[in-house]
C-alpha cells in the first residue's frame, strides 16, 4: 500500500545517472546458468525485477556473492533442478528466459508460465517454436512448460514475427547446441546484442547480433566472464521524457547516446532541445512543446516501452498528436489515470488520439504496470498541486533510486506507507 506523493510543478535542474539495463539484466542473469564457474557481473539494477530473478537463481543452489549493490558473483556449478513453479515466476515476464537457459544447461526444463504487465495477449509462441527446431519436445502439462531434448541441434530458424523474448531466449537455447543455429527475423535490440556480448564473453560463438540475422556455432563449454551491464535506454528516456514535460535543464549520465537515437528524435520534434556527448546527453526544456505523431515499432524504431511517458508529454503539447502502438495490444490502458488529470486523449483500438491541453491537474492515480507508473510520475512532475501514486511496486520493478535521482534534480516527491483499510489486525 505504499503511495508516491509528488508536490508538482518544480523545473528540473542537475544531473541523473543512469542505472544499468533492466531487459538487459533479467536476461544476462539467467545465462550464467550456462556457465559451471564464476561469474562477476557489474552495473546490475538494484530493482525488484532483478530480485525476482536472483532469488530464482539461488532456489535452484546458485551461489552468489553480493560485492555491492550493483555488482555480484555468481557461480551455478551445483544447480541442480530444472523446475520453476509458479510461485517463483509468477511476478515477471522475463522469468521466460529461464526456460531456454535451463534447456541449454539440462536438455530439460519445466517453468511455469511467466507473469509480469499485462498488455493483452503475449504468447510464447515463436519461443516454442524455436525450441522444437533445436529438437526439444515441448508440452503444457499441469500449467507448465515442459521442455526436454535428447539432444539440442543447431538448426534455421525464421521467427513470424519480431520478438526480443524468442530471440533472446532460442540464443540461451542454442549457445551449447551442436552445430550452426540461424535466427531469421531476429530481434535487433540493444540488450539482444548485450546478452549475446556477454554470452561470447563466457566463450561462445555468437554473430550478427543487433542484425535481423543471427548466428549460434554451438559450443561444449562456457567460462567465467567478468562484465559489465549496458546503461538502460528506457530509464535515461524516462527522465528526459520528465525533464521535457516539467521544463528545466538536466545532464542525464551515463548513457549510450546511440542507443537513444529514436527518443531523442521524437523529443526534439516535440520542440525539446537535446545536446549530445561521449556518454551522456543534455536535456533542455522551456515546457513550449509541440505535437508530433509517433509510431511504435522493434529497434531501431521507437521503443514501446517509452509510449506511455512520450504520450503524457504530448498530451501537454500544443496540437493534436496520433500515437500507434505498433508492439503490443491493451497498452493505452493508463489513459483512463491521464484522464482523471485532465487529458484530452481518445484511444481506438491501438491508436490513441492526444489533443494537447494547457495543464494537468493533481489527482490520486494508480499505475496498471511498469512504464505506465512511470508516465503517471511525470505527469505528476508537470503539474500544479499534490498528486498520489498507487501500485507503485509496478514502477519499482525498473527503476532504481526512483526517488532519490528525482530529489536530487529538484522534484519534491516522497514514498509514504498507507494502511490497507481492508486488513484487521487482531491484538492476540
Not at 540461424?182 to 535487433?188: F, P, T
Not at 505498433?326 to 484522464?339: K, S
Not at 489527482?363 to 501514486?389: F, H, K, Y
Amino acid at each position: 500500500m505504499d503511495k508516491y506523493i509528488i508536490n508538482g510543478g518544480n523545473y528540473l535542474n542537475g544531473s541523473i545517472k543512469i542505472s544499468g539495463a533492466k531487459n538487459a539484466a533479467v536476461a544476462i542473469l539467467p545465462a550464467v546458468l550456462l556457465c559451471d564457474e564464476t561469474c562477476r557481473i557489474e552495473n546490475i539494477p538494484c530493482i525488484s525485477d532483478v530480485n525476482l530473478i536472483i532469488n530464482i537463481l539461488k532456489s535452484i543452489g546458485s551461489s552468489i556473492k553480493v560485492i555491492n549493490k550493483n555488482t555480484l558473483e555468481i557461480n551455478c556449478k551445483n544447480v541442480g533442478s530444472y523446475t520453476l513453479s509458479s510461485a517463483q515466476t509468477s511476478g515477471m515476464r522475463a522469468s521466460s528466459y529461464f526456460i531456454g537457459a535451463l534447456l541449454g544447461r539440462f536438455n530439460r526444463a519445466r517453468v511455469a508460465p511467466p507473469g509480469g504487465c499485462d498488455f493483452g495477449v503475449r504468447p510464447i509462441d515463436q519461443h516454442i517454436k524455436g525450441f522444437e527446431a533445436l529438437g526439444a519436445r515441448v508440452i503444457y502439462d499441469n500449467a507448465m512448460v515442459d521442455a526436454k531434448a535428447t539432444e539440442l541441434v543447431g538448426s534455421s530458424i525464421y521467427l513470424d514475427k519480431v520478438s526480443v523474448g524468442a530471440t533472446i531466449n532460442i540464443m540461451l537455447a542454442a549457445v551449447k547446441a551442436k552445430g550452426l543455429t540461424i535466427i531469421e527475423n531476429a530481434a535487433k535490440e540493444p540488450h539482444v546484442v548485450d546478452l549475446a556480448t556477454f554470452l561470447n564473453s563466457m566463450g561462445a560463438d555468437i554473430m550478427g547480433a543487433g542484425t535481423n540475422v543471427i548466428k549460434i556455432r554451438g559450443v561444449d563449454y562456457l567460462h567465467s566472464s567478468t562484465y559489465s551491464i549496458i546503461p538502460d535506454q528506457i530509464e535515461a528516456g524516462t527522465y528526459m521524457a520528465a525533464v521535457a514535460a516539467a521544463g528545466g535543464n538536466v545532464v542525464i549520465e551515463n548513457v549510450i547516446p546511440k542507443h537513444l537515437e529514436s527518443i531523442i528524435s521524437k523529443l526534439t520534434e516535440a520542440g525539446v532541445t537535446i545536446e549530445e556527448y561521449e556518454e551522456s546527453v543534455r536535456v533542455v526544456s522551456d515546457k513550449k512543446l509541440v505535437a508530433t505523431n509517433l509510431l511504435t515499432m522493434p529497434h531501431p524504431g521507437f521503443p514501446t516501452d517509452m509510449q506511455p511517458q512520450m504520450t503524457t508529454l504530448l498530451a501537454l503539447a500544443d496540437g493534436v498528436s496520433i500515437v500507434n502502438e505498433g508492439v503490443w495490444d491493451n497498452r493505452f490502458r493508463y489513459i483512463n489515470q491521464l484522464i482523471l488529470m485532465g487529458a484530452d486523449i481518445t484511444v481506438d483500438g491501438k491508436t490513441a488520439i492526444v489533443k494537447g491541453v494547457k495543464h494537468f491537474n493533481s489527482a490520486p492515480v494508480c499505475a496498471t504496470d511498469l512504464r505506465a507508473g512511470a508516465a503517471l510520475v511525470i505527469a505528476a512532475l508537470a503539474t500544479e498541486g499534490v498528486s498520489e501514486i498507487s501500485n507503485i511496486h509496478y514502477i519499482e520493478r525498473g527503476y532504481e533510486d526512483i526517488i532519490e535521482k528525482l530529489k536530487n534534480v529538484g522534484a519534491d516527491i516522497k514514498r509514504i506507507y498507507v494502511p490497507d483499510p481492508n486488513k484487521v489486525d487482531i491484538a492476540l
